[in-house]
């Protein structure tokens, strides 16, 4: 076989084909994924809806008890640890949206060589464990001490009695941080294996296209 | 986009191009069943691009990219590909090899396969008789990388082609 015979042994697939399709086993496939799309996409839109409204009743709940303990003149404690709750519900929208924006969507028209940079981009972003560890231990700790301080000017500022005992509110804080910490490292160390060996792959392959021959 | 629309154009684009997919499931998949698998998620990021066409370029470069993006990345996806799956167990009947195949093409994807990931791209693209403007636009490399690696990877192929001569295929 010659180059010539060759490209025409090759371009032969095309009047004959490598393969047949079993097209209902596609079609199978395409509906699958269309199904898995649309849960996506409803879940997506629940968790976005859910996260609004919770973080903005919660603002606007705290924002309401600051304007009553100013009018009634209650001590400036209640009001400031109120400001603090709510300063925490914003931090806590803000770590929650940039924990759902940080994956750029992909853009099929790319060219190989911009899809890896894109993907290698992407790996080095979740490689990257102060930043990942962090939005997620301030989503989540905002959310606790907000919703703690503000339950605790609302008891205290009512006179309710404390059951739990407001002494312990450092401890469950602190707590809750440690546990929030540890299970976002330990999933890091189960994921970091996988994405290192991804991103040699892709710097590797990036590497290649771009070295010249 | 309509879904119904979408689906039209879908199977237009696999019916004119399911070639394009078959070669690159074979060139990156090892197994029957690694190409059933590939194939598969190939024409489901076809279904998903249809939306994200704007007709910059012809469908044939566009399926090239999406094709050879997704073949990429599935090759990344950590070496499930091929590894401890019984190949008869796991084929979904997906792709159904006609029988009476010419051996001479079996030949020259096993060459293919002997090249670097970013070459059995080239290679492909090469055989398929793209010019080197339109590989430069699927990959993404300049004109003249295209045409330095194109002509090594002919050299390399001659040169096989050459010792298989010589032993007789």
């Given at each position: 076989?010659?180059?010539?015979?060759?490209?025409?042994?090759?371009?032969?697939?095309?009047?004959?084909?490598?393969?047949?399709?079993?097209?209902?086993?596609?079609?199978?496939?395409?509906?699958?994924?269309?199904?898995?799309?649309?849960?996506?996409?409803?879940?997506?839109?629940?968790?976005?809806?859910?996260?609004?409204?919770?973080?903005?009743?919660?603002?606007?709940?705290?924002?309401?008890?600051?304007?009553?303990?100013?009018?009634?003149?209650?001590?400036?404690?209640?009001?400031?640890?109120?400001?603090?709750?709510?300063?925490?519900?914003?931090?806590?929208?803000?770590?929650?949206s940039v924990s759902r924006g940080r994956e750029p969507e992909r853009n099929f028209g790319n060219t190989l060589e911009e899809e890896v940079r894109r993907s290698l981009a992407l790996v080095d972003y979740q490689l990257s464990t102060?930043?990942?560890?962090?939005?997620?231990?301030?989503?989540?700790?905002?959310?606790?001490?907000?919703?703690?301080?503000?339950?605790?000017?609302?008891?205290?500022?009512?006179?309710?009695?404390?059951?739990?005992?407001?002494?312990?509110?450092?401890?469950?804080?602190?707590?809750?941080?440690?546990?929030?910490?540890?299970?976002?490292?330990?999933?890091?160390?189960?994921?970091?294996?996988?994405?290192?060996?991804?991103?040699?792959?892709?710097?590797?392959?990036?590497?290649?296209?771009?070295?010249?021959? | 986009?309509?879904?119904?629309?979408?689906?039209?154009?879908?199977?237009?684009?696999?019916?004119?191009?399911?070639?394009?997919?078959?070669?690159?499931?074979?060139?990156?998949?090892?197994?029957?069943?690694?190409?059933?698998?590939?194939?598969?998620?190939?024409?489901?990021?076809?279904?998903?691009?249809?939306?994200?066409?704007?007709?910059?370029?012809?469908?044939?470069?566009?399926?090239?990219?999406?094709?050879?993006?997704?073949?990429?990345?599935?090759?990344?996806?950590?070496?499930?590909?091929?590894?401890?799956?019984?190949?008869?167990?796991?084929?979904?009947?997906?792709?159904?090899?006609?029988?009476?195949?010419?051996?001479?093409?079996?030949?020259?994807?096993?060459?293919?396969?002997?090249?670097?990931?970013?070459?059995?791209?080239?290679?492909?693209?090469?055989?398929?008789?793209?010019?080197?403007?339109?590989?430069?636009?699927?990959?993404?490399?300049?004109?003249?990388?295209?045409?330095?690696?194109?002509?090594?990877?002919?050299?390399?192929?001659?040169?096989?082609l050459a010792k298989e001569e010589r032993d007789g295929l």
């Amino acid at each position: 076989m010659d180059f010539d015979q060759m490209l025409e042994t090759w371009r032969a697939q095309n009047t004959a084909p490598l393969y047949d399709m079993n097209r209902d086993a596609l079609r199978q496939a395409l509906q699958t994924e269309e199904a898995r799309v649309r849960g996506e996409m409803r879940t997506e839109r629940r968790g976005l809806w859910f996260g609004w409204i919770f973080y903005t009743g919660m603002a606007v709940w705290t924002g309401l008890w600051i304007a009553i303990t100013i009018t009634n003149g209650w001590p400036a404690i209640y009001t400031l640890a109120a400001g603090v709750s709510l300063g925490m519900f914003a931090l806590g929208v803000g770590a929650w949206s940039v924990s759902r924006g940080r994956e750029p969507e992909r853009n099929f028209g790319n060219t190989l060589e911009e899809e890896v940079r894109r993907s290698l981009a992407l790996v080095d972003y979740q490689l990257s464990t102060t930043r990942h560890s962090i939005i997620h231990v301030l989503g989540a700790v905002s959310l606790v001490v907000g919703t703690l301080l503000l339950s605790w000017t609302v008891n205290r500022s009512q006179e309710i009695p404390d059951s739990s005992g407001s002494g312990w509110f450092p401890v469950l804080i602190v707590g809750w941080i440690v546990l929030v910490v540890y299970s976002a490292r330990k999933q890091m160390r189960k994921a970091k294996p996988k994405l290192e060996l991804r991103q040699r792959r892709l710097r590797e392959l990036l590497a290649a296209l771009d070295a010249p021959e | 986009m309509q879904e119904a629309e979408r689906n039209r154009i879908f199977e237009s684009w696999i019916d004119a191009h399911k070639a394009i997919l078959f070669k690159v499931a074979r060139v990156y998949g090892a197994t029957h069943s690694d190409r059933e698998d590939l194939f598969q998620e190939i024409a489901l990021q076809v279904w998903h691009s249809v939306e994200a066409y704007r007709g910059d370029c012809a469908p044939t470069t566009w399926i090239y990219r999406v094709a050879l993006n997704t073949a990429l990345a599935w090759r990344r996806k950590e070496r499930r590909h091929g590894q401890g799956r019984q190949d008869l167990e796991a084929a979904t009947g997906l792709l159904i090899a006609p029988p009476g195949r010419d051996p001479r093409l079996d030949w020259i994807y096993e060459r293919i396969a002997e090249l670097d990931e970013a070459n059995r791209s080239l290679a492909l693209l090469m055989l398929d008789g793209l010019s080197y403007r339109e590989m430069s636009q699927i990959l993404g490399l300049g004109e003249s990388n295209v045409g330095m690696r194109i002509n090594r990877i002919k050299a390399v192929l001659a040169a096989q082609l050459a010792k298989e001569e010589r032993d007789g295929l």
